[in-house]
Each structure stands twice: as C-alpha cells, then as structure tokens.
C-alpha cells in the first residue's frame, strides 16, 4: 500500500480524535477512553458480529460528516455506525442520549428478575453497574416477568434464562471459538431464549468462555456457584502452560483455594489480548475448559501477582495491595515458644472448615456438604475411643 | 504568655487556724452528700427492674424467618462487606427439593456467625441488608466466662419458628428477644 490511509478526525464530547476509516463510534470513544465512551451490553469488540441489539450504547451525531454537516435525526447505536470524517458526537453531553439510556436500562430490567442476593455475578455485573448509573428506583411494569422452565444445560455451566437480556454474546462465543455450536436462541419476540436443542449438554472446549462473556448472571460457573461472593475472593493473574489455550487466567482465591478461574479482563469488561509467542500475532486471551473447570489448585499455576481492580469496585473492598505483614516478633521475644491464644477463631468457626474444600466440590454446596464437618468428625472419633 | 484573662493566680499564703481544722469545708461536703438523700434516685434494681431500651437501641442480632417460618437470609454477603468490623462470615449452599419449607429461597446461608468481641452494634448490617434478614434486637448481648461464647452461631442467632415456637415467637417480635443463652 503506496497511499497512507487517511485518518478521520471525530470529535466526541468535544474531544477530537483521529482514527481509521472503518472505526466505529463506540470504538473511537473508547479510544478517549474515560465517562466518554458509552457503555455496552450487547457489542463485544473480540466477537465477530455483536452489537446492535441492547441500544444502551446509543449517541447523538449533531454532525454527520464534514461534507455534510447535518445532524442524524435519531439516535445512533454507536457500535454499529461508522464514523466519518469530522463527524461531531455527543455522548453524555447530550440529554436527549441520557434519558434514552434510562429508559433502555428500564426495557432491560422489565423482565430482569432482580434477584442479585442470590445471583454468582453480583459484584461484576454490567446490568447492575449499568441501573446504578441510570436505573430509576421503580419499575413502572405492572405484570408478572416472564418465567421460565428450569433448563440443565451440563454440568459446568448454569444457565438462568431469566436474567438474560438477549445479548446473543454466548451464541458468537459457541461459533467463533468451539467446534460446534450445541446452543443458541429458541423462539422469537418476548419467548425468544437460549437454549440447546432438546437439552444438549454444552461439553465443547472454550465453551466455558460463554460465561465470562455473558454481560449479566443468565451464564455462571457451575463450578462456583454459590461457593463464594465476588467480592470476597482475591483475584491474582497466575499462568500455566496449556497446549489448548493461552492459559493466562485470573485465580478467584480464599485462602488457599482456588473458587473460580476467569479470563483476564480489560478496562471495557472484555477478555485481554495477548501476543502469541509462535505466531507473534495479537489474540483475545480464550482459555479452554481444562484451565477454567479442573485446575482447581493452586499448585496448578504459576502465580504473577495481584489482579489490578478498579478502586471504585465492590471486588476492592477490604483488599489491601502492596501490602506489607509486618514481622511477628512474638515467638522471637518469647525464646521461640508460641503465644498462648485465649481462643484460636478456627477452633470455635464453622466457616471455612478444613474438612471441607469447596472449590474442589463439582457444583455448589448443599446441606450434605456440610453434614461431615471436621467438629463432627472429632466427636465421633471421640466417642469411638471412649467406647473402647 | 496568658493565653485566657480566667488564668488565677494560686494562692500560697498559709491557712489560718480555722482553715486549718476544714470543719466548714467537711460540713459543705456533708450538705452536698445530705441532698442526695432525698433526691430521686438514678439507679435500678437491675434485674427485678429493667429500663426501657430507646426505640432506636441496637443489640444483640437476629436472623429473621417469614410467616412459614422459612429463614430470610440468602446468604448475599452485604451485611458482611457492609460489616466495618468485619464480625461476619458466612458460608452459602443450595436449597435441595424437599428443603423449600426451611429456606425462603434457591440459595441460603448453611453458616452465619458473628463474633460479637468484633461487632461493634452499628447496625449497618441491618441497613444493607435486601432480604430483611437480620436485625438488632433490644438485647444485650449476654456476658460469659469464655471467648468461645461470644462466637454466635445461625442456631444462635435465629428467630423462634412463629408456627412449632409461637410464643417464643411472639416474645421475639414484642421487641425484647429471648436469646438462648450460651454455655
């Protein structure tokens, strides 16, 4: 190529830039990066083909291009329209794209359940960052939410049909990445929902990228599921050699134990890219099934270091980085001996018992889980001996 | 350097023989104690008399059941992250079939505890909260010999059953809950 292509200059809540033909708007903001770039539930910039279906990425064109200046007339999905040269953007600048954004934060929230409490993606989830910053405290829908027959789709995915918004994320996810595709969107209209065809189990490799993918908790880790909140587990970036996938991952911990293993995440909530070291080519950072669901160990991973969160997150609470534990000196100053506590906290808590791993249970904890505690352990021997 | 213009210079000239016996001041110190006597008294006897607690007083914790009795607590974490003195942990598992008449829903907390040497009552576990699962009560919490005892349990901490314990119940609700005792 002779001729330099020309970049086009936009300017985007009054910040100009200069990007490719071809970009899209929301693909420029991001670029400036910051409150400037709408938020998006639906485009996935790794995924051929997403967006264009939530409208929360909406924007005003107060001008379409520098030849022609006029204004669009309705609001743009700025994921899906290209830009132009000297094409003016508004954003959050606009009021008309606000209160547009609110109300299709109240379209996707009329048959959203709410049921965050219990929900594995609280914490992490687009939707509920997406109704804190233009939710409205009501909801002016009057009727029953849609519902829907419970669906085991396998046994490492959680599939809760009434979260979901209809993204189609996990269904670019099943054709670019896995072999076959076993899922996708049954019905059309209001009874549209995913599903796999007369309840096909979802095995294929990389499947498990669907649920890192999916924007809200319709997709969880089987594996995790109700083991721990979000906010309570340490991420730490950790690797391991993996002939399938990248396997670069972030290690979701308590203590110890390894509860989830995520892709690593970008500042837009989407899977990082990484330079593959035989090809040298840059490629979102997929990890297989092997990395996500069986390597429940820390032993299994080489770990890096602590993930970098944003301090506004819930997941940074009571997290201290760089942290420095100051040298006991207790045992040193007592000639070795080790203070004598007036309780050990573990001695006396049901929570966190040894005997129980939870991260190495195929699914979550039930009452059963909890029947053979190390304390019941204890009196039984106890009583065993005393019998003898 | 006079930093106020109250500042008294002390005085250090000796006592004359009348000052010197403190028959005034020790008759001065009499008169105040004298008038307590006849004033109302500020003390109760406590345990045949009890205050009232304030209406905004925050005790001892309970975890709330609704009206079938099924524990409210879904094991959301909020009331531990809300927690800024980091008392409460919990552990979550999922309601099994045939479990729907003792958990109001999917998920709950199979561990809830509070150490109560770490609460220090400010209620904004009560605050945060979605599920109206747990709430200070007009308790104290119970003194005790041992640590250990102050290490409160979902057994401890839960509300009578309003149906199998109704009066119990009922007393729980009054306002003054009954907490079992620790050993």
């Not at chain 1, 549209?192 to 908790?217: H, L, Q, R, W």
């Not at chain 1, 032993?299 to 006991?328: C, F, M």
């Not at chain 1, 050990?344 to 049901?350: C, P």
Request: charged share 30%.
């Amino acid at each position: 190529m002779s001729e330099e292509t020309k970049l086009f200059k936009v300017t985007i809540d009054n910040i100009t830039v200069e990007v490719p033909p071809g970009t899209t708007i929301l693909e420029a903001a991001r670029k400036i990066g910051g409150d400037v770039a709408p938020p998006a539930m639906c485009f996935y910039s790794k995924l051929e083909g997403s967006g264009g279906k939530c409208r929360t990425c909406l924007v005003e064109v107060a001008q379409g291009s520098e030849k022609d200046p006029r204004p669009m007339p309705k609001l743009m999905a700025s994921c899906r329209t290209t830009v132009m040269d000297g094409m003016v953007v508004k954003n959050i600048t606009s009021e008309r794209v606000i209160e547009a954004r609110n109300g299709v934060v109240e379209i996707l929230l009329i048959n959203h359940p709410l049921d965050c409490p219990i929900c594995d993606q609280a914490g992490e989830c687009d939707l509920q960052d997406l109704s804190y910053g233009h939710g409205t405290e009501g909801t002016r829908f009057e009727f029953p939410k849609r519902v829907f027959e419970k669906e085991d789709i396998g046994p490492l995915i959680q599939l809760h049909m009434t979260r979901c918004i209809l993204c189609y994320r996990c269904t670019y996810v099943a054709d670019q990445l896995t072999d076959k595709r076993v899922h996708g969107i049954l019905d059309r209209g209001e009874r549209a929902e995913i599903s796999t065809y007369i309840s096909k189990a979802i095995d294929n490799d990389f499947s498990g990228n669907m649920i890192d993918v999916c924007p809200v908790g319709a997709l969880t880790d089987k594996t995790f599921r109700f083991k721990n909140r979000v906010w309570f587990t340490k991420p730490v970036d950790a690797h391991r050699d993996c002939d399938k996938c990248c396997g670069k991952v972030v290690l979701w911990n308590r203590g110890d134990e390894v509860m989830r293993v995520t892709t690593r995440d970008d500042e837009w909530g989407e899977v990082q890219s990484f330079v593959d070291e035989k090809t040298g080519e840059k490629k979102p950072g997929w990890i297989c099934n092997t990395c996500r669901f069986e390597k429940k160990k820390v032993a299994d991973w080489v770990i890096e270091g602590e993930t970098n969160i944003k301090r506004h997150s819930v997941i940074a609470q009571n997290k201290y980085q760089k942290l420095v534990v100051p040298k006991d000196t207790i045992t040193e100053v007592m000639d070795g001996r080790p203070p004598k506590l007036l309780m050990d906290i573990h001695d006396e808590s049901d929570v966190n018992d040894p005997a129980i791993d939870l991260s190495l249970i195929n699914g979550p904890a039930t009452s059963k889980t909890f029947n053979n505690t190390s304390k019941d352990k204890k009196e039984t021997t106890k009583k065993i001996t005393e019998q003898e | 350097m006079q930093l106020t213009n109250r500042s008294k210079q002390v005085d250090r000239s000796p006592m004359t023989f009348l000052e010197s016996i403190y028959l005034w001041n020790i008759l001065k110190g009499m008169g105040v104690t004298i008038r307590h006597f006849f004033k109302k008294k500020v003390t109760v006897q406590y345990p045949e008399k009890q205050r009232y607690f304030s209406k905004v007083f925050r005790g001892l914790h309970v975890l709330n059941r609704d009206e079938e009795g099924r524990e409210n607590c879904t094991a959301c974490g909020l009331c531990a992250v809300a927690c800024p003195a980091e008392a409460i942990t919990m552990e979550a598992a999922e309601r099994l079939p045939g479990e729907e008449h003792l958990y109001r829903e999917e998920k709950y907390a199979a561990k809830y505890e509070i150490n109560m040497l770490r609460c220090i009552f400010c209620g904004l576990c009560e605050e945060a909260c979605p599920k109206d699962a747990i709430y200070l009560s007009e308790t104290f919490a119970p003194a005790n010999y041992q640590r250990k005892g102050f290490i409160y349990k979902k057994e401890d901490l839960l509300i009578p059953h309003p149906i199998k314990e109704k009066e119990a119940y009922e007393k729980a609700k009054s306002g003054r809950v009954d907490v079992k005792k620790k050993d």
